[in-house]
């Protein structure tokens, strides 16, 4: 699961909302599964079916291209990142998650300036070109 309690990755993963709002392709994929759970209902009745890649991939691509192609064309109004920021707060909200700290993309950036001071500080042997191969 991944919002149905604070455990759960979505509310702990940094990794799902770098921009702190919830991505399109997730939103896309919840349009797709709407649109199965539409298409069990076709005849007026019921009717299991196949949830796959296979089936609901083109349907989630034409969702995903449609959320991208609205989110240019309403750019100036800013409609889709205000809704998805709105959206992760929202699911934080119901999954007790308190809202991250903004401190956390500067511990990112100060790992980075170490890793790379780590990396400059390396002395790599003769005939390794730094991609742990000979030349």
């Not at 079916?49 to 609901?56: G, M």
């Not at 240019?72 to 699911?91: M, N």
Request: proline share 5%; charged share 30%.
């Amino acid at each position: 699961m991944w919002f149905k309690k604070r455990s759960d990755e979505g509310p702990q993963d940094p990794a799902f909302s770098r921009d702190n709002s919830i991505p399109l392709p997730t939103i896309a994929l919840v349009f797709t599964a709407i649109e199965a759970i539409l298409d069990n209902w076709v005849t007026g009745e019921w009717k299991d079916s196949d949830f796959s890649a296979e089936v609901y991939r083109p349907k989630f691509d034409r969702h995903l291209w449609m959320l991208k192609d609205f989110e240019v064309k309403t750019s100036e109004a800013k409609i889709l990142p205000r809704l998805r920021t709105h959206l992760l707060t929202k699911a934080r909200k119901h999954a007790k998650v308190e809202e991250p700290s903004r401190t956390a993309s500067t511990s990112t950036t100060i790992d980075y300036a170490a890793a790379m001071a780590d990396w400059e500080g390396n002395v790599l042997s003769d005939g390794e070109n730094g991609d742990g191969h000979g030349e």
